[in-house]
T-cell receptor
Framework: NAGVTQTPKFRVLKTGQSMTLLCAQD?????MYWYRQDPGMGLRLIHY???????AKGEVPDGYNVSRLKKQNFLLGLESAAPSQTSVYFC?????????????FGQGTRLTVV | RKEVEQDPGPFNVPEGATVAFNCTYS??????FFWYRQDCRKEPKLLMS???SGNEDGRFTAQLNRASQYISLLIRDSKLSDSATYLC???????????FGTGTRLTVIP
């Protein structure tokens, strides 16, 4: 049972380059999230999606775009990478019953922008 | 004001000790509560959900105090393998995401 899978696991970008992070979940969850985690800052929500074809901004959305064309996939794009975007990125998914259930996380993507 | 606040620690305890973490939440409409564990350079993983009546899973006990708006995690007979960062998580009625504390770091010393 794969759960939540993120690719790539590591990446080094030059300032100004673009890239897309892919998140795939096989649990048929409605909700998907992208977080970044920096030392001393905890997990901060970048964007999230409550279903196929819908996305919304989180706490720190600037410099990122997302798309959810299929229920199982949630893509995070960096159009023009900046050193401030050096971070560990986690994708997560959760199910909605009458309330949100626990989130399941991917293994993370370590991104360095030089 | 942050939705969830935790003491960042670090907590350094000897093997076999009992250690407790508290986490406060600011919104009385908070609905679901969880404790996650995160090992160094790994993803957060669910440790346990926190129920109104309190719940226990082996050496771990979680409690919820709605009146004072805090949740707690008690670890008995600490093991070296318990060394990790523990994240407190809440959800709000009508909100579309989970709110994470910044985590409490625990190191169990031989």
């Amino acid at each position: 049972n794969a759960g939540v899978t993120q690719t790539p696991k590591f990446r080094v970008l030059k300032t100004g380059q673009s890239m897309t992070l892919l998140c795939a979940q096989d649990m048929n969850h409605e909700y998907m999230y992208w977080y970044r985690q920096d030392p001393g800052m905890g997990l901060r929500l970048i964007h999230y999606s409550v279903g196929e074809g819908t996305t919304a901004k989180g706490e720190v959305p600037d410099g990122y775009n997302v798309s959810r064309l299929k229920k199982q996939n949630f893509l995070l794009g960096l159009e023009s990478a900046a050193p401030s975007q050096t971070s560990v990125y986690f994708c997560a998914s959760s199910r909605l019953r009458t309330y949100l259930t626990e989130a399941f996380f991917g293994q993370g993507t370590r991104l360095t922008v030089v | 004001r942050k939705e969830v606040e935790q003491d960042p620690g670090p907590f350094n305890v000897p093997e076999g000790a009992t250690v407790a973490f508290n986490c406060t939440y600011s919104n009385s409409a908070s609905q679901s509560f969880f404790w996650y564990r995160q090992d160094c350079r790994k993803e957060p993983k669910l440790l346990m959900s926190v129920y109104s009546s309190g719940n226990e899973d082996g050496r771990f006990t979680a409690q919820l105090n709605r009146a004072s708006q805090y949740i707690s995690l008690l670890i008995r007979d600490s093991k070296l393998s318990d060394s990790a960062t523990y994240l407190c998580v809440v959800t709000l009625t009508g909100a579309n995401n989970l709110f994470f504390g910044t985590g409490t770091r625990l190191t169990v010393i031989p």
